[in-house]
């Protein structure tokens, strides 16, 4: 892992970007040379192939192909890639019309996209065959072996490509046996620098649970002085799952940790990412927007308003109206406010549509014009949910130290909240994003909400 202004990038993915940025370029110089017969240097066709290359990568890295986080059950690599392409093509064809100067030919994007694609499922092949070798992985030694430190081995279990392999386990006190594998457990009178050397190991992982128990500080200053990396658990976790684990989480940790940084500089660059991201939303999504205020219309037969305005938490508490096209029957919340639940029978049928791709949360543009939004943060809670989650969910309200957000983190790495149990594993994104905002990250959200959207995660 690297961390690039703060968010942590996987170094295996961002060699496969850089590998099938390669692949992209060259299937589109060799389209070049088979049409034209010759090699070409031209300054013409190296922007072309730039073009090509640079479109397919952002849209594979828009669906999702190159985050870490994507599970074996949403994998679906096929469907991913073409979703891609097709946008690349899309792409390249509207440049073709919009830049005259900027002219491919058909029989050249044809054999480009052919031995592109062929290209990216053999790259994708040798990836996960070579990335997921044990030699190749970071070897890890878990100070602790009871409860805490056996999640640790949980933690790449969903993940296609695993970056770190548990050599082993030292446990602090015989309260701790029992719980991990017997093969697992080191029983060394060796110095922890002898362990470290025997094991070949990369890095400590701190994971007691119960730090009044003994911590061998002379053994991990030693490994830490000959160039060991040792991180505690809560460390760990952010950088293996980009969220803040509520479960290990210390009032002491936020305090001396790095991150949460507000205001200043870091404030004006929001404002204007958030001003510049809407007006372009807006340019591209009005049409969409118009055709589906005219589909409420027409269903409810001019009954009923196209927007539902609903009160929501904001910055600091502040209450707000949230704008959202109205996806529900007029009457849907007639007993009082409620989740929505899958299969929910209040949504209209141009409401189940809109929800699905996210449509009905277009008309939030004119809150983050407002400044009541950003465009991306943590989604704002209704205020009945809010109060039952600050008195149940522990640092529930610190979400609340930024503007919400049309799409965030959370949207991104976690499926629709319905319950108590899901507002704290979104919570736990929420406050990854809040300690670790920066320019990039909400750029990189703003690429992978093409994921959320065309695949419906977590609409309902």
Known sequence: MIRIFRHYISKAYLWLLIVEFGVFFGAMFLGNYLYLNAPQNSQETLLTCLAF???????????GLYRRSLSLEDYDLLSRIAASFL???????????????????????????????VGIIVTRHFFYRIANLEQLKRRVLVIGAGKKALQLTKINNTFIHKSFFVAGFIPTNKKETGV?????????????ADIVKEYKIDEIVVAMDDKRGFLPLDGLLDCKMSGTTILDLMSFYEREQALISLENLQPSW????????????????????????????????????????AAILLESRGKGPVLYRQVRVGENNALFEVLKFRSMHVDAEKNGAQWAQSQDNRVTRVGAIIRKFRIDELPQIFNVLKGEMSFVGPRPERPEFVSDFEKTIPYYSERHRVKPGITGWAQLCYPYG???????????????????????????????????VLWGKGAR
């Open 53 to 63: 290359s640079s479109l397919l990568s952002l849209c594979c890295a828009g669906i």
């Open 87 to 117: 946008m690349a093509i899309m792409g390249v064809i509207t440049l073709n019309f919009l830049i005259p100067d900027f002219n491919t030919a058909k029989e050249i994007l044809l054999v480009a996209a052919i031995v592109a694609f």
């Open 180 to 192: 991990i594998d017997p093969s697992l457990i080191i029983h060394s009178k060796k110095s922890f």
């Open 254 to 293: 936020l305090i001396f940790s790095d991150g949460f940084a507000q205001g200043g500089l870091r404030q004006i660059e929001k404002q204007f990412f958030d001003l510049i991201a809407s007006i372009a939303l807006f340019i591209v999504a009005w049409p969409i927007m118009l055709l589906t205020a």
């Open 418 to 452: 319905a319950d108590e149990n899901d507002a704290i594993q979104k919570l736990q994104y929420d406050l990854y994003y809040v300690k670790n905002y920066s320019l990039f990250l909400d750029i990189s959200i703003m690429f992978n909400t093409v994921e959320v």
